[in-house]
């Protein structure tokens, strides 16, 4: 199941808002309550105050019976010295300003049932209104009115929108807790293969060797990449497809991903399994309790995943089950094998960000399309995490804003980090040196990519950074402790020369129990 959904997982991180406008919030006050809705407006009109306090208020009159294309439908003695509701349609932005102001209206809100867009005119217009203008939705009008009647108050402002957001430190802390979490949980489970593997150890094959794939041939890893690049390309152009079929192996993927960790976190703090028989088949309680919890939790975000207020908690958790499942499942066998894969995957990463928007017709990148659906409002796919911009007030109210982080960005440098996590039990190293180096070196490299992405104001492909930070710095510690032969040749008893004794957990040297496992 991994192996069918890894081909499309992406590496970019940046921000994302559904609505590409300026937008800015209505409050509503009728002495008691409050309510605060999205408008859109332009800052070439009358600007709008920062904040709540600097914005003044004005009584609403209700005029959605006409589109204000012609100022004598309305008697300005109605409207002089008040804020204006009009439907939008029929004449264009400016000249139900002009109108609006001619009548002594002192602020214009159009509703519109359809798409809200940034109002603009002519640039000779612009000097001519003196008055705020703003796009509301209609549904939204339409609850103000039930919840305030008639009598309502009404204040326009835009508060400023701030680049640094407390998100971007949830997606750091979600990003490195999930690399250190699975480099460890891999080398944990190499360490009780080699210890199943040892006289004494029982034999056979352990619970934690049990499903993992290994890469371990420079040919495999050129055809994966390939195939990655076929696979994006063909969700290019087939998304409208394709899309249902990845969340639907998400779903699958992701609850028997969450089900290993539930099942590993069990095992690790001692918690005991009753079973029962059925036709001489034990089955576990356990199992069973944990099962149904994870297909659960998967069948919810499955129905709820355009739900973007909450359901992005439930992505994020099956998120980061499946990368911690795929760090441990994907072993790398040595690190001439993760030079190759990563360097690849770094020009796959590049090439799909910042040379595509060459060939698009839009001109936005392949990766950013197939990351964010071609339509904004439409199906996404489940290859990312996602936290709201928690500062983004204004822009929230009118359609959710999320920092992300491609699966990719984690799981990439992840098998790396995982590789060291295996070669520190190798060589049984009590300080798991090489572990703790590349986790190192993967912080330092989100670091810097978000440094990057707030002094650009762009996306950044994080594997860019993440990827000479994490190489570079495995390679400086095997140099700098005289095993870089080892290192770069992996499992001793698959690739290095016969002649040399192999490394195995606790300074034992019996190649019979290298040859086993």
């Given at each position: ?22 937008e800015?919030?209505l409050?509503?006050?009728?002495g008691?309550?409050e ?7 332009n ?48 004449c ?6 002009l ?7 002192t ?7 359809k ?16 008055i ?40 750091l ?13 891999s080398?944990a489970?190499?360490?009780?293969r ?20 290994s ?5 495999k ?15 290019y ?20 991903a ?44 499955g129905v ?29 066998s ?7 894969l ?5 020009v796959?990463?590049v ?11 839009n001109?936005?990148s ?7 659906g071609?339509d ?24 959710m ?15 790396l ?19 703790v ?38 390679a400086v510690?095997?140099?700098?402790r ?19 004794e ?16």
């Amino acid at each position: 199941m991994e192996r069918a959904i890894k081909v499309v997982i992406l590496s970019v991180i940046f921000t994302v808002s559904q609505i590409t406008c300026q937008e800015a919030i209505l409050h509503i006050s009728n002495g008691g309550t409050e309510r605060e809705y999205c408008i859109v407006h332009n800052h070439s009109w009358t600007p709008l105050a920062t904040s709540l306090d600097d914005a003044k208020q004005y009584p609403l009159v209700t005029m959605t019976s006409t589109v204000l294309c012609n100022a004598s439908e309305i008697t300005p003695d109605v409207v002089k010295g008040k804020a204006l509701v009009v439907m939008r349609g029929d004449c264009d932005f400016s000249q139900k300003a002009l109108n609006a102001q001619n009548l002594g209206a002192t602020t214009l809100l159009i509703a519109s049932n359809k798409s809200l867009i940034t109002p603009s005119a002519n640039d000779s217009e612009y000097s001519k209104v003196q008055i705020p203008l703003a796009l509301m939705r209609y549904r939204d009008f339409l609850e103000a009115q039930q919840v305030f009647g008639k009598e309502m108050q009404v204040r326009l402002y835009a508060p400023p929108h701030s680049k640094i957001d407390p998100s971007i430190a949830v997606i750091l802390l979600i990003s490195i807790v999930t690399v250190v979490l699975g480099g460890y949980w891999s080398g944990a489970c190499e360490r009780d293969r080699l210890n199943s593997c040892a006289p004494g150890g029982g034999g056979g094959e352990s619970k934690a060797e049990s499903g993992e794939l290994s890469l371990y041939s420079p040919l495999k890893v050129v055809i994966f990449v390939a195939f990655m690049c076929g696979m994006l390309v063909l969700m290019y152009f087939f998304y409208n497809v394709l899309v249902y079929v990845i969340i639907a192996i998400f779903c699958l993927a992701s609850a028997s991903a969450l089900f290993s960790c539930f099942d590993a976190v069990m095992d690790k703090i001692g918690c005991g399994t009753l079973s029962f028989s059925v036709r001489n088949c034990n089955i576990s309680v356990r199992s069973l309790i944990l099962a149904a919890v994870c297909i659960t939790i998967a069948v919810i975000w499955g129905v709820y995943r355009n739900e973007e207020r909450w359901i992005w908690i439930l992505q994020d958790l099956l998120g980061i089950a499946f990368c911690l499942n795929f760090m441990k499942t994907i072993s790398l066998s040595n690190f001439k094998i993760c030079v190759i894969l990563l360097s690849l995957l770094l020009v796959y990463d590049v090439f799909f960000v910042f040379i595509t928007p060459f060939f698009t017709k839009n001109g936005v990148s392949i990766m950013v399309q197939v990351a964010l659906g071609p339509d904004a409002s439409g199906e996404k796919l489940p290859v990312v995490m996602r936290v709201p911009r928690f500062s983004a007030w204004a822009q929230n109210l009118c359609g959710m804003q999320f920092s992300i982080l491609g699966y990719g960005d984690i799981i990439v440098p992840g098998l790396l980090v995982a590789y060291c996590s295996r070669f520190d039990v190798w060589i049984n190293s009590s300080k798991k040196i090489y572990f703790v180096s590349c986790c190192i070196a993967y912080l330092l490299g989100m670091i810097l990519t978000f440094a990057v992405m707030l002094l650009s104001g762009m996306g950044q492909p994080a594997l860019l950074y993440l990827v000479p930070f994490t190489l570079i710095t495995s390679a400086v510690v095997a140099g700098c402790r005289g095993e870089i032969k080892q290192f770069w040749s992996g499992t001793t008893y698959r690739v290095l020369d016969s002649s040399r004794e192999p490394l195995l957990p606790e300074g034992r040297t019996d190649r019979s129990i290298a040859e086993r496992c």
